[in-house]
């Protein structure tokens, strides 16, 4: 962490978003590999830091809603994931996706993190509805996007992978009157 205070364009009680920040690379290519985090997107092979940092730029360049997320509950903000949310601007939705590291899961900031984010999608850029991809056995994560104020949409048979194995793909939304 560096020792300076993070630039926050968002708070709610635990959580708080800002910009994404380069001086984090190694951390979000931390995040990325988290065997966790793979499992969770069905991704069997990690990012190298080559491909993570032509994402970082990309992300940094263009217009949809990349933010470093950080837990507030502490005292100084610590960052412990990213969020994004991929808009489609002539429809006015977007997809969000999430990461935690490692030090932030299990502190129950998910859902304040994805409320937060929805919030801010909403009000930052008039977007009208925010959907989402979970894989079905990721049921921690559908509690969270649930608590959250989403809701169940649809189902994709076996779009995705579970360690290895082929599973459903759950698909979730939410409009303002929800979060």
């Not at 910009?19 to 690379?25: F, N, Q």
């Not at 988290?34 to 994402?55: F, H, Q, S």
């Not at 997320?69 to 808009?87: D, E, K, N, S």
């Not at 601007?89 to 502190?107: C, D, F, K, N, P």
Request: proline fraction near 4%; hydrophobic fraction near 35%.
């Amino acid at each position: 962490m560096t020792t300076s205070s993070p630039e926050l364009l968002a708070q709610d009680n635990a959580v708080a978003l800002g910009p994404l920040r380069r001086d984090l690379l190694d951390t979000y290519l931390r995040w990325d590999n988290d065997p966790i985090v793979m499992r969770g997107y069905g991704r069997p092979k990690a990012i190298t830091e080559d491909e993570r940092a032509a994402g970082r730029d990309a992300q940094l360049s263009g217009d949809n809603i990349h933010r470093t997320i950080y837990h507030t509950g502490t005292g100084r903000p610590t960052h412990v994931g990213t969020v994004t949310l991929a808009i489609d601007h002539e429809m006015h939705t977007a997809e969000l996706s999430i990461a935690l590291g490692q030090v932030g899961r299990g502190r129950g900031l998910a859902t304040p993190a994805v409320r937060l984010t929805a919030r801010h999608g909403f009000d930052t850029a008039n977007l009208h509805s925010i959907w989402l991809s979970v894989l079905a056995p990721n049921t921690h994560a559908i509690r969270a996007y649930e608590s959250a104020g989403f809701h169940h949409v649809g189902r994709r048979r076996d779009a995705g992978y579970w360690d290895g194995q082929p599973c459903d793909e759950i698909l979730m939304d939410a409009v303002h009157a929800d979060i």
